[in-house]
């Protein structure tokens, strides 16, 4: 049963939105605490057959993954701020030392893992971790060599200010495109942030892949603005994605009670937060003055009322489900399933939920390079989706 409806006003999902919280309850009762390794299911859906299996546990919140050229994937567990390395062929998580201590509380932790697209040639791997630090804690973007299963050379590219006591919404994503990264930092349950030019938090940065600052960042020289900021407005991004055949930077962020958005990331511009929202708080106020629109700020190309607790993001490209090509793929936290949506251009044109039956809390979602997906969820599995022909 469908409780998510994108383009649907705020007013009107609110009595669906009871009923999916409802329905999100009884599904994680009965839901599985711990899928066996080498479990196997099979599904037909109009546009493909596909079995998945259960290919590793022991995890926590594997929240990242990536793949280097030699086939092994990389493993980002949130909480325990473990980088594992998996081995498809033997199926076998070796854990990655040189990590840095994480502040693995509520939101925090190591919060995504990112091969450079030239690995081949300079060897970076990229972590966004959050870290403690006198006052509080705060978000960090290293970027280090992998040697057999050690980091090496581990360089601190950024730093987000302010420093902030609590432990909560961190982001945070990366992306890198022709040498930009793009880090994704959340407001820290503390909405003025977003909409503060002199704060990292609530924000999409742009940095060069050396960390540097790229001289035509949007604020750059602007007083009182930080010069990595590439968007503002934005409230929790959890999701970030390049589409292969536009080149167009897609986000998504949590909202609050309903609300959380998909959006085109452009230069300069404020996605609205805390200003406009098609969510509401959670004690049932209006969010500012219960606007959705406002003159200079982006609006969403989807949203989702209730609220789905959207997670990893990625564009698929591979060949081994053509007909999935180009369709955005998304995991959910709250109501269990993995996304898929198909896009026309900047528009989503159709939605469909698959693995809602296994009540999995998916956090991460990666193509592998023979055109499989991988998808980590809460319970601390790794499981692959492939194609049955």
Known sequence: MSVSIGKMPPCAGRIVMLRAL???VGIASTASAAEPLGAKWQYTTPEARFQVEVVATGLTAPVGLSFPPDGRLLVADRPTGTLSSFDPATRTLTAVAGVPTVHGKVDGGLLDVLVHPDYAHNGWIYLVLSIEVPGGNTTVVDRAHLVGDALTDRQRLFTARPVIANSNEFGSRLVLDHGYLYVTLGQRNLPA?????????GKVIRLRDDGSIPKDNPFVGQRGARAEIWTYGNRNPVGLALDPATGALWEHEHGPLGGDEIN??????NYGWPIISYGINYDGTPVGAGSTHHAGMEQPVFYYNPDIAPSGM????GDAFPRWRNN?????????????LVVEGERVIHEERLLSDRAWKIRAVQQAPDGSLYVGADGGLLARIMPVR
């Open 22 to 24: 409802m329905l999100a």
């Open 193 to 201: 942030n977003a909409q503060d030019l002199g704060s990292d938090l």
């Open 264 to 269: 085109i990331i452009r230069r300069g511009r």
């Open 314 to 317: 990625i564009f698929y490209s």
């Open 328 to 340: 955005i793929f998304i995991g959910s936290l709250t109501l269990r399933y993995l996304e898929r």
